[in-house]
């Protein structure tokens, strides 16, 4: 009980089981009737995409919880307070890029699709 237990724990801590849903034929293989709207690849890959982008942005809270703990702990040294800035603006700019890199995807897919 507790080995099934804890097999369902990793598979929902590492969303295994969401992202994979749709690959339910022989040998993994996908079954084009199964997936009920889209090909079984694309709504896996949009699965794989938004996954991705769960732990972007558990990454970004933690660089802002970083930059943060290293501005409290400055203790009024100057440069302390500059690299925590530094750490600040690395965050924003890493959000930004990743949620541009999202942005482009979605239209590339939007632009294809016509």
């Known amino acids: 009980m507790i080995k099934?237990?804890?097999n369902k724990l990793t598979k929902t801590i590492l969303m295994w089981e969401s992202v994979m849903e749709p690959w339910t034929g022989?040998?993994?293989i996908p079954d084009p009737g199964s997936a009920g709207s889209g090909h079984p690849i694309a709504v896996v890959l949009n699965r794989v995409l938004m996954w991705l982008l769960g732990i972007f942005g558990f990454l970004a809270v933690i660089s802002f919880i970083i930059a943060g703990a290293l501005?409290?702990?400055?203790?009024g040294d100057q440069n302390?307070?500059?690299r925590?800035?530094?750490?600040?603006?690395f965050g924003i700019i890493g959000t930004v890029v990743g949620l541009i890199g999202l942005i482009v995807i979605r239209a590339v897919d939007y632009l294809l699709r016509g």
């Open 4 to 6: 099934k237990l804890s």
């Open 26 to 28: 022989v040998g993994g």
């Open 71 to 75: 501005y409290l702990t400055a203790q």
């Open 80 to 82: 302390h307070i500059e």
């Open 84 to 89: 925590a800035k530094k750490a600040f603006l």
